[in-house]
């Protein structure tokens, strides 16, 4: 699995030039990132190279896609579930600096989103999701096992070994840990087999503190796996081989194992 801080920056956004651009990306106390209309671009150097790239979410309904998609892209964070209606999606930009290239780079992330009885009813909405996309984000929550016991045919339905697609794991609603069904066993498991990372999402803002890593972090992971994977399509390196799981073992887990 590809080592968090190999590709681009880990530290960039501590130093004095990352705190100055992302300081233009976020609000002023920090909890969530501004906003930009279609036209518009955040105020940074026109010299930054910009990529762009578009991003499946899937998921079972009810496991937070569109609350990761808000928090994500700086919109508000629905109090209440409503299935998506048809495809809704959401840009965000976040700047990193690539390590092989020494330079940093504006990437542009568009997320689509989707409801699982929109794509049930309407046989061009998934099409239209999967055309061209560049990553999938799978999601399962914390406190449903069947949503995780779910990410495999997730994967193998929307993904093959012979693709292209970047794909990252978001483990959501990590703030209910009384109620947790996934522990962290599962988790780590998971990632070695499959060799793909599992990001950790609280779905809330909390308004008593300013702190924005677990953003900085999601994104960070999301945008390093791009990258590795355009890499990948250029020949730079070579494209990791998943660990393939010979056998299932069912076992008892104590309460201090969950996340």
Same mark, same amino acid.
């Given at each position: 699995?590809?080592?968090?801080?190999?590709l681009?920056?880990s530290e960039?956004p501590s130093?004095?030039e990352?705190?100055d651009?992302?300081?233009?990306l976020f609000?002023?106390n920090?909890?969530r990132?501004?906003?930009?209309?279609?036209l518009?671009?955040?105020?940074?150097?026109a010299?930054i190279?910009e990529?762009?790239y578009?991003?499946?979410l899937?998921g079972k309904?009810?496991?937070?896609k569109?609350?990761?998609v808000?928090k994500?892209?700086?919109?508000?964070?629905p109090?209440?579930?409503t299935?998506?209606?048809?495809?809704?999606?959401?840009?965000c930009?976040?700047?990193?600096?690539v390590q092989?290239?020494?330079?940093?780079?504006?990437?542009?992330?568009?997320f689509?989103?989707?409801?699982?009885a929109a794509?049930?009813k309407?046989d061009?909405?998934m099409?239209?999701?999967?055309d061209?996309?560049d990553?999938?984000?799978?999601?399962?929550?914390?406190?449903?096992?069947?949503?995780?016991?779910?990410?495999?045919?997730?994967?193998s339905r929307?993904?093959?070994?012979?693709d292209n697609?970047?794909?990252v794991v978001?483990a959501?609603?990590?703030?209910?840990?009384?109620?947790?069904?996934? +522990? !962290?066993? =599962?988790?780590? &498991?998971?990632e070695?087999?499959? %060799?793909?990372?599992?990001?950790?999402?609280?779905?809330t803002v909390?308004? +008593? !503190?300013? =702190?924005?890593? &677990?953003?900085v972090h999601?994104l %960070?992971t999301?945008c390093?796996?791009?990258?590795?994977r355009?890499?990948?399509l250029?020949g730079?390196?070579?494209?990791?081989?998943?660990?393939?799981?010979?056998?299932?073992?069912?076992k008892?887990f104590?309460?201090?194992e969950?996340v």
């Amino acid at each position: 699995m590809l080592t968090a801080g190999s590709l681009i920056s880990s530290e960039w956004p501590s130093t004095a030039e990352g705190r100055d651009m992302l300081s233009c990306l976020f609000t002023r106390n920090k909890q969530r990132l501004r906003t930009f209309g279609l036209l518009e671009r955040p105020p940074l150097s026109a010299h930054i190279e910009e990529a762009r790239y578009k991003i499946l979410l899937s998921g079972k309904t009810g496991v937070g896609k569109t609350c990761t998609v808000a928090k994500l892209t700086g919109h508000d964070i629905p109090k209440t579930h409503t299935e998506t209606a048809g495809i809704q999606t959401s840009t965000c930009y976040w700047p990193v600096k690539v390590q092989d290239l020494n330079k940093v780079m504006l990437f542009r992330l568009q997320f689509w989103d989707t409801g699982d009885a929109a794509c049930k009813k309407f046989d061009h909405i998934m099409p239209a999701c999967t055309d061209r996309v560049d990553a999938v984000l799978f999601l399962f929550s914390l406190i449903d096992k069947s949503s995780f016991d779910e990410l495999h045919q997730q994967i193998s339905r929307l993904t093959s070994p012979n693709d292209n697609i970047a794909r990252v794991v978001v483990a959501t609603k990590c703030d209910q840990h009384a109620h947790a069904e996934v +522990t !962290q066993r =599962d988790i780590r &498991d998971f990632e070695k087999t499959w %060799n793909i990372p599992v990001l950790k999402m609280k779905n809330t803002v909390d308004s +008593t !503190q300013s =702190d924005s890593s &677990d953003i900085v972090h999601a994104l %960070n992971t999301i945008c390093e796996h791009l990258w590795q994977r355009d890499l990948i399509l250029a020949g730079k390196i070579p494209k990791p081989v998943p660990e393939q799981r010979t056998d299932t073992v069912k076992k008892t887990f104590t309460s201090d194992e969950y996340v």
